[in-house]
């Protein structure tokens, strides 16, 4: 299982970053892909997960912000972020599973800091 996750950087409050996830083949064909975050000092939140189908699931904090998508020609997950705000600085794990909003396995994360 590989997932590599890039895209993260500095931005500033209110700007956009997209985030994106490459996978194996044998990967993408998990049911559920998804992105959880993790801030300095808190819990690994659940930010957003996608099924083959193209149902979307988005945490409280993100909703309406966020959007994830899926390609399925190039075995590509996307999170597009945004009006970015301080507070979304964290680092972001690309994940994916057999089960709904599930993180069976992790992809090395990509640090998004926004700046206020």
């Known amino acids: 299982v590989q997932l590599q996750a890039s895209g993260g950087g500095l931005v500033q409050a209110g700007g956009s970053l997209r985030l994106s996830c490459a996978a194996s083949?044998?990967?993408?064909?998990?049911?559920?892909m998804g992105w959880y975050r993790q801030a300095p000092g808190k819990e690994r939140e659940f930010v957003a997960c996608?099924?083959?189908?193209?149902?979307?699931e988005y945490g409280d904090s993100v909703k309406g912000r966020f959007t994830i998508s899926r390609d399925y020609a190039k075995a590509l997950v996307y999170l597009q972020m945004t009006s970015l705000k301080p507070e979304d600085t964290a680092v972001y794990y690309c994940t994916a599973a057999w089960t709904w909003k599930g993180s069976d396995y992790w992809g090395k994360g990509t640090q998004v800091t926004v700046s206020s």
């Open positions: 083949t044998t990967t993408f064909r998990l049911n559920v």
């Open positions: 996608i099924d083959t189908g193209g149902s979307t």
